[in-house]
């Protein structure tokens, strides 16, 4: 089975920058498209930012010039650099991969739309 780990989260002043980390535990082989997700109190969750296996990026329009998402294949890991930050930005922040390839009882299995726990951003004004 496949677990994302996300870390970096924390309180941080406005103007201020953080660092996310996503990181899949596992014999991974390899995992497709990896988004960042948030949902503050009340609202729905949003995507962020996405990237692809390829490296094509997309982002929420609110956070363009101001978030950058990126990945390490080699450490499965995926990344979202934060600068700038609003008090808007504060929410749970969710790793999510679209399908993930990983080596397990000598198969190679797929697991499909994984989460993390979440980590908590706030930011104060």
């Known amino acids: 089975q496949v677990q994302l780990v996300e870390s970096g989260g924390g309180l941080v002043q406005a103007g201020g920058s953080l660092r996310l980390s996503c990181a899949a535990s596992?014999?991974?082989?390899?995992?497709?498209?990896m988004g960042w997700y948030r949902q503050a109190p009340g609202k729905q969750r949003e995507l962020v930012a996405a990237?692809?296996?390829?490296?094509?990026?997309n982002y929420l329009d609110s956070v363009k010039g101001r978030f950058t998402i990126s990945r390490d294949n080699a450490k499965n890991t995926v990344y979202l650099q934060m600068n700038s930050l609003k008090p808007e930005d504060t929410a749970v922040y969710y790793c999510?991969?679209?399908?993930?390839?990983?080596?397990?009882?000598?198969?190679?299995?797929?697991?499909?739309?994984?989460w993390g726990q979440g980590t908590q951003v706030t930011v104060s004004s």
């Open positions: 990237i692809t296996s390829g490296g094509s990026t």
């Open positions: 596992g014999s991974i082989v390899s995992f497709n498209a």
């Open positions: 999510n991969a679209d399908s993930v390839k990983y080596f397990r009882d000598g198969y190679f299995q797929r697991e499909y739309d994984c």
